[in-house]
């Protein structure tokens, strides 16, 4: 049994940026990219592809929009906040223990005492 307790940090941990580009990002984007530039160009065409690109357009702007509202954005970007001190004291900690021997199964409980200085 191994317990730990935890020292309080000063500042906000900072996550490292990659700047690199995802590769499986850009196999998405381009192709999109190019089919709406086919579809504007065709649009000229014809009449119907017109009412299509303007579709396809909403569609990657809800898209687009829907992705930046990410629910971990804040700590991607930021990191986590620091880490609380375990406050000094002293600690009943409960045990519980189980043990069988594949017919019956055997229960033993006890308290021990932890003083964090």
């Given amino acids: 049994?191994?317990?730990?307790?935890?020292?309080g940090s000063q500042g906000q941990a900072r996550l490292e940026r990659h700047s690199r580009s995802n590769p499986v990002a850009w196999a998405f984007l381009l192709p999109g990219a190019?089919?709406?530039?086919?579809?504007?160009?065709?649009?000229?065409?014809?009449?119907w592809l017109s009412r299509l690109s303007l579709l396809a357009l909403l569609g990657l702007v809800t898209v687009l929009g829907a992705t930046a509202c990410a629910p971990r954005y804040y700590y991607y970007n930021n990191g986590p906040p620091a880490n609380p001190?375990?406050?000094?004291?002293?600690?009943?900690?409960?045990?519980?223990?189980?043990?069988s021997n594949g017919v019956t199964?055997?229960?033993?409980?006890?308290?021990?005492?932890?003083?964090?200085?």
């Fill in 105 to 117: 199964a055997i229960t033993n409980s006890t308290t021990m005492a932890l003083t964090v200085q």
């Fill in 1 to 7: 049994m191994v317990i730990g307790t935890q020292f």
């Fill in 85 to 99: 001190a375990t406050p000094a004291g002293t600690y009943t900690v409960f045990i519980t223990a189980q043990s």
């Fill in 34 to 47: 190019f089919s709406l530039g086919g579809l504007a160009w065709a649009a000229r065409r014809r009449a």
